[in-house]
């Protein structure tokens, strides 16, 4: 069975950095795409950004309100996806989601709060 | 940026009627189009991928169509456990994008 768990989400300030993590299994993680999605509280769905597999080059894509500030990484011998946050804004509040690329598979979300 | 249209926003419906979301692209994506179920408080379930592919496990009185520029997501018989927010996606190019959603409420 697919699981993916995120973790790591907080209260943080304005400015303040953050690190997400979203521990899969249960499938080849080493092999698979992955992303982050993001929804503010009351919003719709937003895609954060996107890394593809080493075989793949570990090339990322990025959302343009977070690109320079937000960077996707992994480390497959963990089969762990992350998303290190860095000057963190309000509107940055949101639950975020891990995916597969394909959509099929999604964690529970952790929640992430921008505020002083 | 590739941006998605669902109409309506909102809808009331019944139990047993038949309802219809729209999504339309604001360039062609061929079929790269995926709709999902959004429950209060959980993560999206992807329902139909590549416009009109059913997800397995997906009941089969949901369904999808179209192709292009302008699709569409069809539930018949609606079922209490049905209403919910539904969003399309497109994942034809980055940056990926998803319609404002469509929240289907009881009528």
């Known amino acids: 069975e697919v699981q993916l768990v995120e973790s790591g989400g907080g209260l943080v300030k304005p400015g303040g950095s953050l690190r997400l993590s979203c521990a899969a299994s249960?499938?080849?993680?080493?092999?698979?795409?992955m992303t982050w999605v993001r929804q503010a509280p009351g919003k719709g769905l937003e895609w954060v950004g996107r890394?593809?597999?080493?075989?793949?080059?570990?090339?990322?894509d990025y959302a343009a309100p977070v690109k320079g500030r937000l960077t996707i990484s992994r480390d497959d011998s963990k089969n762990t996806l992350y998303l290190q946050m860095n000057s963190l804004k309000t509107e940055d509040t949101a639950m975020y989601y891990c995916?597969?690329?394909?959509?099929?598979?999604w964690g529970q979300g952790t929640l992430v709060t921008v505020s002083s | 940026d590739i941006q998605m249209t669902q109409s309506p926003s909102s809808l009331s419906a019944s139990v047993g009627d038949r309802v219809t979301v729209t999504c339309r692209a604001s360039?062609?994506?061929?079929?790269?189009l995926n709709w999902y179920q959004q429950k209060p408080g959980k993560a999206p379930k992807l329902l139909i991928y590549?416009?009109?592919s059913l997800q397995s496990g997906v009941p089969s009185r949901f369904s999808g169509s179209g192709s292009g520029t302008d699709f569409t997501l069809t539930i018949n018989s609606l079922h209490p456990e049905d209403f919910a927010t539904y969003y399309c996606?497109?994942?034809?190019?980055?940056?990926?994008?998803f319609g404002q959603g469509t929240k289907l409420e009881i009528k």
């Open positions: 360039q062609s994506i061929s079929s790269f």
């Open positions: 995916t597969t690329v394909s959509g099929k598979n």
């Open positions: 249960g499938f080849t993680f080493s092999n698979a795409w």
């Open positions: 590549a416009a009109s």
């Open positions: 996606q497109q994942s034809y190019s980055t940056p990926v994008t």
């Open positions: 890394i593809k597999s080493k075989t793949d080059s570990e090339t990322t």
